[in-house]
């Protein structure tokens, strides 16, 4: 009795099968970030002017909501206002400026770091 090794029509299933479920992985990726494009249309609104790490986990943030400039303190435990200002001391700038967007801009803005 001789016993046939996974070869031929299995083997050709089996390779069909693991491409199809890479292929539907990367499709449901594709369509989830493009989902998060979509829903983030309004940016407008609210900018975040700029932003200063102050340790490890806290930040300072102006944000300009309108013509309104706030500066906003965060901590792992909490988000305040600190101050709001009638005149805006910082002009706002392109929203998309200091904000990387996405994978390839955060590894780019990380090799400009390095390379410093």
């Known amino acids: 009795m001789t016993v046939n090794p996974a ?7 089996m390779v069909a ?19 998060k494009m979509i829903g983030s249309g309004n940016s407008d609104a609210i900018q ?9 986990k806290e ?7 309108g013509k309104t400039q706030v500066l906003i303190g965060m901590t792992p435990a909490s988000v305040q206002s600190l101050h709001v200002f009638d005149t805006p001391p910082v002009e706002a700038r392109d929203p998309n400026a200091g904000i990387p967007q996405g994978f390839a801009n955060r590894l780019r803005t990380a090799l400009k ?3 410093r």
């Open 7 to 13: 070869g031929g029509p299995e083997l050709v299933s």
């Open 17 to 35: 099968s693991l491409l199809l479920v890479v292929g539907a992985i990367i499709a449901f990726g594709w369509l989830f970030s493009r989902s």
């Open 48 to 56: 975040i002017v700029a932003s200063r790490a102050l340790g490890a």
């Open 59 to 65: 930040r300072l943030v102006l944000v300009e909501v």
């Open 113 to 115: 770091e390095i390379r």
